[in-house]
């Protein structure tokens, strides 16, 4: 049974940090690169950043410099280091493969920034 499962969001002072956890089943962790994709109120979803299981990865330029994607391979779980978060990076985050298919999503986590 395929199963994400988003953590970590919160309530954070701009500039501030948080660190989001994501456990992914084995059936769609294993050998896949992943990503964190987020939503905002109205907006649609948007790629955030990705790893592969080789741990190359590649950020959006929007959080490039600001935000770090990584991977348990053992524990099946990604994380998203970020640093410095600006109001704008308000939105439901949410994890996946990098490369679909997309037929299933988890809760997500929600993640406000303010002034």
């Known amino acids: 049974q395929v199963q994400l499962a988003e953590s970590g969001g919160g309530l954070v002072q701009a500039g501030g940090s948080l660190r989001l956890s994501c456990a992914a089943s084995?059936?769609?962790?294993?050998?896949?690169?992943m990503a964190w994709f987020r939503q905002a109120p109205g907006l649609r979803r948007e790629l955030v950043a990705t790893i592969t299981s080789g741990g190359s990865t590649y950020s959006a330029r929007s959080v490039e410099g600001r935000f770090t994607i990584s991977r348990d391979n053992d524990k099946g779980t990604v994380y998203l280091q970020m640093n410095s978060l600006k109001p704008e990076d308000t939105a439901t985050y949410y994890c996946?493969?990098?490369?679909?298919?997309?037929?299933?999503w988890g809760k997500g986590t929600l993640v406000t920034v303010y002034t």
């Open positions: 996946n493969t990098a490369d679909g298919p997309w037929d299933y």
């Open positions: 084995g059936s769609i962790f294993n050998g896949n690169a």
